[in-house]
């Protein structure tokens, strides 16, 4: 899905809409993220555009850099080393693996942009760890999603959702042609989030975890590659961006 659940705002009304336009701008390229009763009926992006400017009073570059709250949870980027420990309480309760202190640090540190947070009452409630740099093979600017996690009581509400929204509208800011992340096969949760989203399966890692389970590496695509109108799939130079 690509909007809030009820228990986060309003099922209908200015607020909901403001709050669906707005989320629908952050991810205007991926497939089915469309605001409730709108876009697809013929208003345009510039449209949408401005409506969100007047629920918002700014931009969502701004967005993305001073945060916003629905319904008492705050999405927020992160601030400096205090975050830290929240972050890998966090995420340490559902690692398929234990990472160390060092592998949090070498995400965040050298692309702090791409981590946000969610908080609820002071504490952390959902993270999103990403980073950004050069495809080697490719000459892409692949995107990575690193860590994703969420409080398990606040699961289905569409904080993890959100996060990831915040992320790959930051990363088509910075010029990312794509971005990957790999998922346990048996993690369905995460496997229909990414689809919701636009992700697609590119590849399945036998046995990826330490636990012996199997990966899906998924990717979302901020720009078709060349001949993926004719049917040839995602291994052609990227040529053009991705339109809705």
């Not at 008492?72 to 830290?84: L, R, Y």
């Not at 569409?158 to 992340?181: F, P, Q």
């Not at 979302?220 to 053009?240: I, R, V």
């Amino acid at each position: 899905s690509s909007h809030f659940s009820s228990s986060l705002v309003a099922s209908s009304g200015p607020e909901k809409r403001c709050i669906d336009v707005s989320l629908w701008l952050m991810t205007s390229g991926s497939a089915g993220n469309v605001p409730e009763g709108g876009t697809d009926g013929g208003a345009t992006q510039e449209a949408a555009t401005e409506e969100s400017k007047e629920c918002f009073g700014n931009s969502n570059a701004e967005v993305a850099t001073t945060g916003f709250s629905i319904g008492g949870v705050s999405f927020v980027p992160f601030k400096d080393e205090t975050d830290m420990p929240g972050i890998v309480e966090l995420i340490a309760q559902d690692l398929s693996e234990p990472y160390s202190i060092f592998t949090y640090r070498y995400f965040i540190n050298n692309w702090p942009e791409l981590c946000f947070l969610a908080q609820r009452e002071g504490s952390c409630v959902g993270a999103i760890v990403c980073k950004l740099d050069m495809h080697r093979c490719r000459n892409t600017s692949r995107g990575y999603i690193a860590m994703l996690a969420v409080e398990k009581d606040l699961r289905g509400k569409k904080i993890g959702s959100t996060l990831v929204r915040l992320c790959l509208d930051k990363m088509r800011e910075m010029g990312a042609d794509e971005c990957v992340l790999e998922t346990e096969v048996t993690n369905k949760g995460a496997l229909g989030l990414y689809r919701n989203m636009g992700f697609v399966k590119e590849k399945r890692l036998h046995k990826y975890y330490l636990n012996g389970n199997d990966a899906f590496r998924l990717k979302f695509l901020f720009k078709l590659p060349k001949g993926f109108d004719e049917g040839e799939g995602c291994l052609g130079p990227l040529t053009q961006p991705w339109t809705m």
